[in-house]
């Protein structure tokens, strides 16, 4: 693979500096920081409910736990965003139009993907002002995790919007690679949940049926721990949770390199597709 | 839309209807599937029977070679079984496992998803000391074994656990010395007998007549204490100890044939990691003790809590394993849980001769420390809910026993994070006993929720004064 060239990388910073300053102009930023926020309300809420109720809760941190469902929100919310991107280039004429000028596919990929990483910025960063103040709200203290948990949902993000450019790059149409991402993340979601249930539930009490399936899921969640960005930020928290630098280490080198092959597939698709509508 | 769009949306809707279609196939086949295979010549169910006032189900159980196994769950033996149907059965690597062969009926009972075995009819195998078990790693021979007499140990009394497998001669030393003891027990029980009759004679000559005792009461005699240590019968079996990883194994009679339906798949896995947990009771709901497995489990507690803490030394394993090593009889057990882990109580620290003491750290200095201590829950008299839990005493409790023993903890004051570790005797800190304990005020405000727009405000703000920068001010049109 040829080497990624200066002006490449300063195109792209172009397109992802424009993209970004499109992204925070509108409201819809705003409008999923303050849903994180809200649902990191809720989960704090509910740990000072238990706390009250039986006197003491054991998780490894009520502040740092409570972002990490916001964090979640913010990769659909990015991963969905992603995934319109090309897509909604292509078949409006813009990719076709850009391409006129010096804009490469590699320089056009990692704009689309500094745009969205800009983004996430900006909704973490009001994650990092809300979450501790509602934590000092509810009287739960201050956290010393809150900064690497936010490295974990900007891993956990960067594997989204990966995806989602990746999606976005193999599709014709902006609704075809949104109903595809919508349906992909669902399922991915559905993998994890099941198996989080499936981690604390007595299974003599389920039907026999689903017990039959229950390898499948098994087998399921442990190939979504390598292609899901849920599983990523999952591994991240477990590494986080135990205190386990090596393994938080590796988490965000292959949440990196997870996101860096998507990358170079979505190039690749964009090449083999065209960029005509 | 073009050609190519219509193709593409049948094509997707084709996919849909297939999967759907896999998902309703795979669920039916599930459901026909849920009886094991072979159980449906082993059960017999007779509908008029299930109908009438006297219903019973009758099941066919057929005579099989099964393997029982006496099996190490890393704190006590547990006893399971092998039957046909179940092709690997599991061990913890290096400890010792006996494997017992024996024809036994056996049947799948459906209702409780498990197979069951006639053991106690069970048949031995006629030429057990002819027999020996071959243990293959791949296709090389790793052991070949011989039934070994074995006893299983019980070091607290025959309602304790059976912690310890004897061997050969010293099974049979000890077997025997039990024996002895258990010989001078009941003597000492049969002299306590007749000491007692003479007590309760002295006791009525007493009432009857106090003056000729010079006024001292008869003293009851002691009750002899029976032997602590408890053995089982010698047994005769092929016994496991294996490293860690996959086997076969096989009987071969005498003549070296494989005896048929005799191999079987050995896993031996070992532990996934150790450490310190901990059961913690609250103080005022002492029936539902929480649990901190690992250091990822930190606590958070209110503040001026008084929490009882019971420290174990634990083990972690892969709970696909570890139930099918617990319940291999159970076909279902373990399912689905092959990417998990469990931890499990291996014994209660505190109860060995080290003076251990659970600590609560602020920075460098000690908030508090508690030792192990006995308790007694005592409920409260009259119509009120409700029980206090007081230190033990002999003399003070109507209970012989303590209800349990533990650190007594009381939470510091003022809220913040504090370390809860257990200290030995010479001030060092257990590995991986510390835990992060965080005091909480817990206020429950509606400014918790209120917080949460505050990305909505500055995002409003920022978009109004971009269009007012804009000239771009937003009119609705009439």
């Given at each position: 693979m040829r080497r990624l060239g200066g002006h490449e990388l300063r195109i792209a910073g172009i397109i992802g500096t424009r993209g970004f300053a499109a992204s925070v102009g509108g409201l819809a930023v705003y409008v999923v920081a303050t849903i994180g926020c809200l649902v990191s309300s809720q989960v704090t809420k509910t740990y000072l409910g238990t706390i009250r109720e039986n006197g003491l809760i054991t998780v490894f941190d009520p502040s740092a736990s409570a972002a990490a469902a916001p964090a979640v929100v913010a990769a659909l919310y990015l991963a969905v965003v992603s995934s319109l991107s090309v897509a909604r280039d292509r078949s409006s004429g813009t990719l076709e139009v850009l391409f006129y000028?010096?804009?490469n596919e590699v320089s056009y990929v990692l704009g689309k993907y500094v745009e969205q990483m800009l983004t996430c910025g900006v909704i973490l960063g009001f994650y990092a002002i809300v979450i501790p103040l509602q934590s000092v709200l509810a009287g739960l203290g201050s956290s010393g995790r809150m900064w690497p948990t936010l490295l974990v949902a900007l891993g956990g993000a960067s594997a989204a919007v990966s995806l989602g450019i990746l999606v976005s790059s193999g599709a014709r149409s902006a609704r075809s690679s949104v109903t595809v991402m919508a349906g992909l993340l669902t399922v991915l979601l559905l993998i994890q949940g099941a198996n989080a249930i499936l981690d604390g539930v007595d299974l003599a009490t389920l039907p026999a049926a689903l017990s039959y399936a229950l390898p499948l899921i098994s087998a399921a969640g442990r190939v979504g721990e390598y292609v899901s960005p849920f599983g990523y930020m999952a591994e991240g928290m477990n590494a986080l949770a135990r205190g386990d630098i090596a393994r938080y280490a590796t988490f965000l080198a292959t949440s990196l390199a997870y996101s860096a092959v998507l990358l170079v597939l979505a190039v690749a698709n964009i090449r083999r597709k065209g960029v005509k509508a | 839309m073009t050609c190519a769009g219509i193709g593409g949306r049948r094509t997707l809707m084709a996919l849909i209807v297939l999967i759907f279609c896999s998902i309703v196939v795979g669920l039916s086949t599930c459901n026909a599937a849920?009886?094991?295979?072979?159980s449906s010549q082993g059960i017999l169910t007779n509908n008029a029977d299930i109908e009438g006032a006297d219903g019973e189900v009758p099941v066919v159980a057929q005579e099989q070679l099964v393997y029982g196994l006496t099996l190490f769950d890393g704190r006590q033996y547990q006893w399971t079984f092998c039957p046909q149907d179940i092709k690997t059965a599991y061990v913890i690597s290096d400890t010792r496992n006996a494997i017992l062969v024996r024809r036994a009926k056996v049947y799948f009972w459906p209702i409780t998803g498990e197979y069951v075995s006639d053991w106690e009819d069970a048949t031995e195998m006629a030429d057990l000391a002819e027999l020996s078990m071959e243990v293959l790693a791949g296709s090389k021979l790793v052991a070949t074994l011989r039934p070994q007499k074995y006893a299983m140990m019980y070091r607290s009394g025959?309602?304790?656990?059976?912690t310890e497998i004897l061997l050969d001669e010293a099974a049979q030393t000890e077997f025997d010395r039990y024996m002895i003891r258990l010989e001078e027990y009941g003597a000492a029980i049969s002299r306590h007998y007749q000491a007692y009759m003479e007590y309760t004679k002295a006791i009525s000559d007493f009432i009857d007549n106090p003056t000729a005792f010079d006024g001292k009461i008869p003293k009851e005699p002691a009750e002899p204490t029976p032997p602590e240590v408890c053995l089982s019968q010698v047994y005769e079996a092929f016994i496991v100890d294996l490293p860690e990883g996959s086997y076969r194994i096989r009987l071969k009679d005498g003549a070296g044939n494989v005896v048929p339906g005799s191999e079987k798949a050995v896993v031996a896995f070992s532990a996934i990691g150790r450490g310190i947990g901990y059961q913690i009771i609250p103080e005022d709901k002492w029936t539902c003790p929480s649990r901190s497995?690992?250091?990822?489990q930190n606590i958070t507690a209110l503040k001026d809590q008084v929490i009882y803490v019971k420290p174990y030394e634990e083990v972690s394993f892969n709970r696909h394993h570890y139930a099918k090593l617990t319940e291999l009889h159970r076909p279902a057990g373990g399912r689905g849980m092959e990417n998990q882990t469990l931890w499990t109580y291996v014994r209660p620290l505190g109860a060995t001769d080290e003076m251990l003491s659970v600590e609560v750290v602020s920075g460098k200095d000690v908030a508090g420390t508690a030792v192990e201590k006995p308790y007694h829950v005592e409920q409260t008299s009259g119509s009120s809910l409700g029980y206090n839990i007081i230190e033990f005493s002999p003399e003070t409790c109507?209970?012989?026993?303590?209800?349990f023993t533990a650190f007594k903890i009381e939470m510091p004051q003022n809220p913040g994070r504090y370390r809860l570790q257990i200290v030995n005797a010479s001030g060092q800190v257990l590995d991986d006993s510390t835990r992060e304990l965080r005091i909480v005020q817990g206020t429950d405000s509606s400014w918790i929720q209120a917080a949460a727009f505050i990305p909505l405000f500055v995002g409003a703000f920022m978009v109004i004064s971009r269009r007012r920068k804009c000239g771009m001010r937003p009119h609705v049109d009439s």
């Open positions: 000028g010096p804009v | 849920v009886a094991p295979s072979g025959y309602m304790g656990p059976a497995d690992d250091t990822s109507p209970e012989s026993s303590p209800d």
